[in-house]
């Protein structure tokens, strides 16, 4: 019976929120009108990212030339003429360019703001507000107009005129997450004798995808503040104190105790097991939260006597330093007799019928990107249905995050090139025609 009702559930929410399904239903922004003027920077250009997926208009303002994040690829490699980094980001974007260097620029700028709802911009602190198209001036055009500014430092603060980039990885260095990201430097040894333990960035870049992703959060705040009262505000997202927030309990650690959070390698200072293990052909990520979970590995492992599991009070005893460093090399040795394949159907196994079931220890595989694209539960959810591009042809792309019964979201096209929509957005918001437009293009205003 009980399968019987977990099968109804799963026919049930399939039919209403597989995103083959999207393009059916309606968008649940799509009223909305938003300029991306992020230039340089990728966290604006994921905020928007996330906008559009929901529906809204997002007209994105780059220069003449073209962002910068266009040139961001692997080995220079262009597709179409874009870097794969902006192929994925320039998702369900119309593409225009102004010159907001020009007077005229601004003047056009001006413009489409008093029809826009949504604003993003990350120049500097006090650029716009010199242009005169910060917040002050085009509240008083667009009283409604949420004005979100997402720099590296904010807009106010000793930081905030620095002129250092608002770039991913000094975003994670000044959050304090790179310093203790990395292999231990062990006592008396130098970065020289171990050039490998220095403190480790993040691959992705995820200290921006942080920073796009509060500003979203909190652009759909103020749109649900300006519903209410009719107003419009000013946002401001400093990367770096986005990033900071997801550096789980270091500061709350030192303020509390004075401990500086250090590097610990592989393995966690808040809990044992949570660390990644080698395997025959790999490696797994383990977990257990529980005493009980490690005292299920132990006996999945076939230890529990020699181990002595049945013993176990505490799992804080195991979370110290000196602890796990002695238990690591024990579990990686078992680890390494199986592959990771056998190890995740042992866990699995476990929980239906070893001595502590249904508690059992967290095992999962460590991907390739290859495999990642190829795990036939991503492939049945749709997160990376190939698209077809009118421009750029089928590619894939992740997409559809979110599962929706009523709106959810969907990736209509992947990117355009620069300038690409300019005809058509410019005469649908400012009435200009080619001919305006041609001579615009010639005197470098777009």
Not at 54 to 80: Q, W
Not at 214 to 240: H, K
Not at 260 to 278: D, H, K, M, Q, V
């Amino acid at each position: 019976m009980m399968d019987d009702r977990k099968t109804a559930w799963e026919d049930w929410i399939r039919e209403r929120d597989d995103p083959r399904f999207a393009r059916l239903k309606p968008e649940a922004l799509d009223d909305l009108t938003v300029l991306d003027l992020s230039y340089k920077s990728y966290a604006g250009c994921y905020c928007s990212s996330m906008l559009a997926e929901f529906g809204a208009e997002v007209l994105r303002v780059e220069p003449p030339g073209g962002d910068f994040l266009r040139t961001c690829t692997p080995y220079g490699i262009l597709y179409g003429g874009e870097g794969l980094n902006y192929l994925s980001e320039g998702r369900n974007k119309f593409h225009i360019t102004l010159n907001l260097e020009k007077p005229e620029g601004r003047e056009i700028l001006k413009g489409l703001a008093s029809q826009a709802d949504v604003l993003i911009e990350t120049f500097r602190p006090g650029v716009m507000d010199e242009w005169g198209i910060g917040y002050e001036q085009l509240s008083k055009i667009n009283p409604r107009l949420i004005f979100a500014s997402i720099t590296a430092y904010g807009q106010f603060g000793p930081m905030s005129r620095s002129r250092m980039p608002d770039y991913d990885n000094i975003i994670q260095a000044r959050s304090g997450a790179q310093y203790d990201t990395g292999e231990i430097l062990p006592e008396g040894m130098s970065y020289d004798d171990c050039p490998w333990a220095v403190p480790t960035k993040a691959g992705p870049w995820i200290g921006w995808v942080q920073a796009g992703t509060f500003m979203a959060v909190g652009i759909l705040a103020a749109l649900y503040w300006r519903d209410l009262t009719g107003e419009g505000q000013a946002l401001d997202v400093a990367s770096a104190e986005a990033y900071a927030c997801i550096e789980d309990w270091a500061a709350v650690w030192y303020q509390g105790a004075g401990v500086i959070s250090e590097r610990f390698g592989n393995l966690n200072t808040a809990g044992w097991l949570y660390c990644f293990a080698p395997t025959r052909d790999g490696a797994v990520f383990l977990g257990a939260l529980r005493l009980e979970m490690w005292q299920a590995f132990a006996d999945m492992m076939g230890k529990w006597d020699e181990w002595g599991a049945a013993s176990w009070k505490d799992l804080a005893t195991f979370s110290t330093r000196e602890e796990q460093l002695k238990w690591a090399p024990l579990v990686f040795a078992e680890t390494r007799k199986y592959t990771s394949e056998e190890l995740v159907a042992m866990s699995v196994e476990y929980g239906k019928r070893g001595r502590l079931a249904p508690i059992t220890p967290v095992v999962a595989p460590v991907c390739t990107p290859e495999e990642a694209l190829r795990d036939p539960n991503w492939a049945d959810r749709g997160i990376f249905t190939p698209i077809k591009d009118p421009v750029y042809g089928e590619l894939v792309v992740a997409q559809a995050q979110h599962k929706m019964t009523e709106t959810p979201i969907r990736t209509k096209w992947v990117c355009r090139p620069v300038g690409y929509d300019n005809e058509h957005i410019y005469l649908k918001y400012m009435g200009i025609g080619p001919r305006r437009l041609k001579e615009l293009k010639e005197a470098g205003i777009v």
